[in-house]
């Protein structure tokens, strides 16, 4: 087989519908339109969602609960991908940021206790769980919580 023996398969390049063209075409007249309503008005067309009056989708199936404006985000961090900073040294959101472990510095930072820490180093954060709290402590390493 060559490119050039390829082409359309049969069927695929029907021809169109050429409408209003007189009642011998079979689609003369109404124009595929058919009589009177909606569809057979210039400018055709129903909102998004109409269902013929009757009651639409999103107005039948039930609302439930509540999305508060007030809620808060973290960006979650694990102890044991803190082995991967020096000893002594100071982390914080730029730092975590620089070192691909959270998207944006801007949003707040939660320490989660999954692994295990070996070094000794100050980290700064918004929150910390109680399992990560005891490791950090049990290392000897400090804890900053930021506001």
Do not use: W
């Not at 803190?82 to 959270?102: D, T, V, Y």
């Amino acid at each position: 087989m060559k490119i050039n023996n390829i082409g359309m398969p049969k069927g695929a390049n029907r021809k169109t519908k050429r409408r209003g063209r007189g009642s011998a075409s079979g689609h003369g007249k109404t124009s595929c339109r058919g009589h009177k309503g909606t569809g057979a008005r210039s400018g055709r067309g129903v909102r998004p969602g109409f269902e013929g009056g009757q009651m639409p989708l999103i107005r039948r199936i039930p609302k439930k609960g509540f999305n508060s404006p007030f809620k808060k985000f973290y960006q979650v961090v694990n102890v044991d991908s803190l082995n991967r900073f020096e000893n002594n040294s100071e982390i914080g959101p730029k730092e975590l940021k620089n070192a691909g472990l959270i998207g944006s510095e801007m949003e707040m930072i939660k320490i989660l206790g999954d692994g295990k820490l070996t070094k000794t180093i100050t980290i700064k954060a918004h929150k910390v769980s109680t399992a990560a709290k005891k490791k950090i402590e049990e290392v000897g390493a400090k804890l900053v919580i930021l506001k």
